[in-house]
């Protein structure tokens, strides 16, 4: 820390130094400065009287910088060490439990999105979107399973360690991750994210043969794609309802792991994209 303070201070008190030699001041007043950066405005109207008001400028303007140049550097330290005091494992857990924490927000936001798309009437330039966004979210998704896969096999290596160490929170976080409702729904939501992309695109590639020439191996095959999301759809908002009571009830019994679980954000259905 200070690794601006004290050369500013020094600096300060050198010129403080040389200004008692050239107005012929107490020369400790360079002492009090090197001391306390914070009297040099004193000193300044001490010895210049009105005409210090530049250097009382110049002063508070650099003295403002050094410190908030201190106080981004200390809490930019503190939050880089924060759990320097914990024991390995537990500061292990900790950050997978934050990157954990950050990517199940991610998707519930991004889901929310996509939610709000697939109501956007079908032309050309929102499919072409939704179609990008789609990709955008399976990369949120594979980072989410992949903090969930994380924890879980950490959690499974070192389970004796949480136990010992009362850190039930972490064990808990897995059963829910690991049960099955929680399962049959991640797979339903990739399942449902194939067929509406799928869809999507057959439609934006074709989107004249379908919407204007009316063709209709184009429009048969529409029905084809339609058909197979609208299943997803259904069977997705049906996982999604019973992952949402076994999450209900999962959190009466161990309220502190509910930031880390899919926010509420997620308890609506899908609609059917038309």
């Known amino acids: ?7 500013y201070a020094l600096i300060l008190a050198c010129l403080m130094l040389y200004e008692c030699y050239k107005r012929k001041k107490p020369f400790w007043w ?32 650099t003295f403002s910088a050094v410190t908030a140049t201190e106080a981004y550097i200390y809490f930019q330290m503190k939050e880089k060490n ?26 519930d936001k991004a889901l ?28 949120i998704m594979s980072q989410n399973r992949a903090a969930i896969e994380r924890m879980v096999k950490f959690t499974q290596d070192y389970e004796t360690y949480f136990i010992k160490k009362d850190l039930n929170w972490v064990y808990h ?14 797979k339903s939501l990739k399942t449902y994210l194939d067929n509406f992309e799928a869809l999507l695109k057959y439609t934006y590639e074709n989107f004249d043969r379908i919407t204007k020439l009316k063709d209709e ?5 529409y029905d084809e794609y339609y058909l197979r999301y ?35 954000r997620q308890t609506d259905t899908f609609r059917l994209w038309e």
């Open 30 to 61: 360079a002492a009090v400065v090197l001391a306390a950066p914070i009297t040099t405005p004193y000193f300044i109207f001490k010895s210049r009287r009105s005409a210090g008001i530049i250097l009382f400028m110049i002063f508070l303007t």
């Open 217 to 221: 191996e184009a429009l048969n095959n």
């Open 82 to 107: 924060k759990y320097a005091h914990l024991p390995p494992i537990t500061r292990q857990v900790v950050r997978f439990s934050e990157t954990l924490k950050n990517t199940t927000h991610r998707l």
């Open 112 to 139: 929310v999105t996509l939610e709000m798309m697939s109501k956007v009437e079908s032309r050309v330039k929102e499919l072409k979107r939704t179609i990008d966004f789609i990709e955008e979210l399976r990369i």
């Open 230 to 264: 609208r299943r997803a759809v259904d069977s997705h908002n049906r996982l999604n309802v019973q992952r949402i009571e076994f999450q209900n009830e999962f959190l009466l019994q161990y309220p502190d792991i509910k930031p880390y679980l899919p926010a509420e």
């Open 1 to 7: 820390m200070y690794y601006f303070y004290f050369p």
């Open 173 to 186: 976080l897995r059963l829910f991750y690991t049960n099955r409702n929680v399962t049959l729904h991640y």
